[in-house]
């Protein structure tokens, strides 16, 4: 399978621990989005990078977020000091910006903080 | 601000009959419309996408119409089928530095057999 990867699929943590996901993008992907998906909602962005370069960050992002691309391939998103607001399903998508910049979900990593 | 407005919030659609999910947008700096399918516990699956300078693309059963005017478009699911059962988002970018998706807030079809 030649998909987007995520791990772990599922995590469920106490409030105040850090956790980190990981994203592995489809292999000749240059550029890698994060996402966040509440129950009922649309996927909203997070952030982007294309190859090792972090471009954009939403305001969704607070202080307690990173993420990372070390390599340009594939990146990690930590939560430091989770929330219970930061229950939520998080995706990674992936493109290689081509004409039609289609975008390819991983299957998420959905975090419930107690 | 919802820049992707999206209706109806849920559908039930017989076996063979037509689904249609509406979109309206506000930034008229968007020029990609994609329609993506979320099964529950997986990431969205693109289904089908359109640019501005075409008002209608079909593949398959599925067609998106599309209103630059009106600044709306809509996806239609002909002959729809119970596995077509899942929650449906539209989406849009714009051409830039990042060409994030804003996405609307979903459907949820049901497709009784």
């Known amino acids: 399978d030649t998909g987007v990867s995520q791990d772990p699929r599922h995590k469920i943590t106490k409030r105040g621990q850090n956790v980190t996901f990981r994203c592995d993008p489809i292999s000749e992907h240059n550029r890698l989005y994060w996402y966040r998906q509440t129950l009922g909602q649309g996927p909203e962005f997070l952030t982007y990078?294309?190859?090792?370069?972090?471009?954009?960050k939403s305001r969704l992002l607070s202080d307690r977020f990173s993420a990372e691309r070390p390599k340009g391939s594939f990146s990690t998103l930590e939560i430091q000091r989770t929330e219970q607001g930061d229950s939520a399903m998080y995706l990674c998508a992936s493109t290689n910006g081509g004409a039609q910049n289609e975008q390819f979900f991983g299957p998420g990593t959905r975090l419930t903080v107690l | 601000q919802q820049q992707v407005k999206q209706s109806p919030q849920s559908l039930i659609v017989q076996k063979g009959g037509i689904s249609i999910i509406n979109c309206a947008y506000e930034?008229?700096?968007?020029?990609?419309f994609p329609w993506y399918q979320q099964f529950p516990g997986k990431g969205p699956a693109l289904l089908i996408a359109i640019r501005p300078d075409v008002s209608e693309k079909k593949e398959g059963r599925f067609t998106i119409s599309f209103n630059k005017s009106a600044k709306q478009f809509s996806l239609h699911i002909m002959d729809s089928q119970p596995g077509d059962s899942a929650t449906y988002f539209c989406?849009?970018?714009?051409?830039?530095?990042?060409?994030?998706?804003?996405f609307g807030t979903g459907t949820l079809l049901a497709v009784q057999p």
């Open positions: 930034n008229t700096a968007f020029d990609y």
């Open positions: 989406a849009a970018s714009r051409n830039g530095a990042t060409n994030k998706l804003i």
């Open positions: 990078f294309q190859n090792e370069a972090q471009l954009e």
